[in-house]
């Protein structure tokens, strides 16, 4: 089981960027995909991107898509996510979330999520 917890949320200004940070812990932390999802008042929980073990292969909400950059640092057990030309459609709590792989995150329910951070973007 690996253990994720989110930081960098904030408020930012409509064309703005803001970089999110999860950490995660666990010895098998590695092994994961890691991917972050999103929740709007009101909206369900939706996918946004996700990064592979390897961090070879990355997925995308059309979305966010150029917008939005996942990366992850294996020494630091941190996957971050670099977002940029923010919008006020992007103001959600973003969560932090473990998979088996790329596409089952993109496509499924997390087992492993972190507790969310906040981002709010002004007009």
């Known amino acids: 089981q690996v253990q994720l917890v989110e930081s960098g949320g904030g408020l930012v200004q409509a064309g703005g960027s803001l970089r999110l940070s999860c950490a995660a812990s666990?010895?098998?932390?590695?092994?994961?995909?890691l991917g972050w999802f999103r929740q709007a008042p009101g909206k369900e929980r939706e996918f946004v991107t996700a990064?592979?073990?390897?961090?070879?292969?990355?997925s995308y909400a059309d979305s966010v898509q150029g917008r939005f950059t996942i990366s992850r640092d294996s020494a630091k057990n941190t996957v971050y996510l670099q977002m940029n030309s923010l919008n006020v459609e992007d103001t959600a709590v973003y969560y932090c979330?473990?998979?088996?792989?790329?596409?089952?995150?993109?496509?499924?329910?997390?087992?492993?999520w972190g507790q969310g951070t906040q981002v709010t973007v002004s007009s």
């Open positions: 979330a473990a998979g088996a792989n790329v596409g089952l995150l993109a496509t499924t329910t997390p087992k492993s």
């Open positions: 666990g010895r098998t932390f590695s092994r994961y995909a």
């Open positions: 990064i592979s073990w390897s961090g070879g292969t990355t």
